[in-house]
């Protein structure tokens, strides 16, 4: 569905962040993408939305080059992505963000009353919050919100950014039961996700990133038994050096 050959990437004149990376994301599946801080999972994101530009490579959806192509355009194809942060709009209402999730089918108001019931079906409390101002909201709450935000364009694909940053273990489950359940909806999906094993455990396949480049890719359960991994993320050994570029 996704496929990315040989891209890289990178900001103004620094040193390019990602180099060379090549990976596909099959239909109806979620690949989770690990990497210490400042390994390139940010970048890679943006790359693939259209909001940071591609040096070199290529990235095709669903048969179809990415190449020119803006970001709001990318999300009428069905690619979006739910930033890390939320990025929520904290001064207007829940309802009103989602509105502006369901922008580019603000002309068919079925669909956009169908965009939410959705919603509110993965995440009830946002029905009860719809008239409170986003930035009101826990911290829970709000990526519940950035979820559902970006839900309301109906996509097809789906990019996650970090979406456990921050949260009580309680909300972390619940928002990777909400992503189980996407894809099972027939959503592919791109996890960025320092929560490893919960990722892992989540995942069809898994890749990891080390200073922009895939150095460990294979199925979620096998990944995780990979020494290379353990260590990384348990701290035993130093695989992913900290000198790494974001």
Known sequence: MLILDNVWAGYDDAPP?????????????????LGVNGAGKSTLLRVISGLLPLARGSITFEGRSLAGVAPHRRTALGLVQVPEGRQILAGMTVEENLLLGGYLRR????????????????????????????????GGEQQMLAIGR????????????EPSLGLAPIIVKQIFEVIGRLRDQGISILLVEQNAKKAIELADRGLVLRGGEVVLSGAGADLWQSEEVKAAYLGTIDVFPKEQQR
């Open 150 to 161: 970006a839900l309301m364009s109906k996509p097809r694909f789906m990019m996650l950014d």
């Open 17 to 33: 962040v990602l180099k060379g990376v090549s990976f596909a994301v099959d239909a109806l599946e979620i690949v989770a993408v």
């Open 107 to 138: 002309g068919d108001r079925t669909a956009l009353q169908g965009a939410t019931d959705h919603v509110h079906e993965l995440f009830p409390i946002l029905r009860e919050r719809r008239s409170q101002a986003a930035g009101s909201l826990s």
